[in-house]
């Protein structure tokens, strides 16, 4: 579904690059929604096996807390998401990582790309505070590992720390 640049080295190694990317990207950008749509558009064209990338941010302004969409990459999806249902609302619920390596074997998944079959989710947080999530779909089943946890994490803390 992306275009794909060609990077040689480990995966870990091409992890760092993208974090360096993403911070040149977003050094000295204030606005949000831009940096937000730029990272998506980066972890679009970096990563591999994927169907869907991007943000769902908290929105506080009605009775209850939920997530809605953001800058994303990929097909049309669920533009809100209450805390606590699905991967996404799970992992801000929990403040935490969801790595689902068969989102069908997940109890209240929420299917907005019937082509999804795993999926990682990464919430983003400034201190306790939750800004919102960071959501990558993949076609494959246990696309996925710790690896891409790890560095997915250190991304989303670059881009909180610029929120």
Not at 51 to 71: I, M
Not at 110 to 135: H, K, M, T, Y
């Amino acid at each position: 579904m992306f275009a794909k640049s060609s990077y040689e080295g480990t995966r870990e190694d091409n992890y760092a690059l993208l974090i360096q990317q993403v911070e040149a990207l977003i050094h000295d950008e204030p606005n949000r929604i831009a940096n937000l749509a730029n990272a998506a558009a980066l972890l679009g064209q970096f990563l591999t096996d994927i169907n869907w990338v991007g943000f769902y941010l908290l929105d506080t302004a009605q009775e209850k807390e939920e997530l809605v969409l953001g800058p994303f990459q990929g097909l049309p999806a669920c533009v809100r998401i209450p805390l606590g249902k699905g991967v996404c609302g799970t992992s801000a619920a929990r403040r935490e990582t969801v790595l689902v390596p068969d989102v069908h074997a997940f109890p209240g998944h929420i299917a907005c790309d019937a082509a999804s079959q795993s999926e990682i989710v990464v919430p983003i947080l400034r201190g306790e505070e939750l800004i919102g999530v960071l959501d990558i779909d993949s076609p494959s089943l246990s696309r996925f590992d710790e690896i891409d946890q790890r560095y997915l994490e250190q991304f989303v803390q670059k881009l909180a720390a610029a929120m």
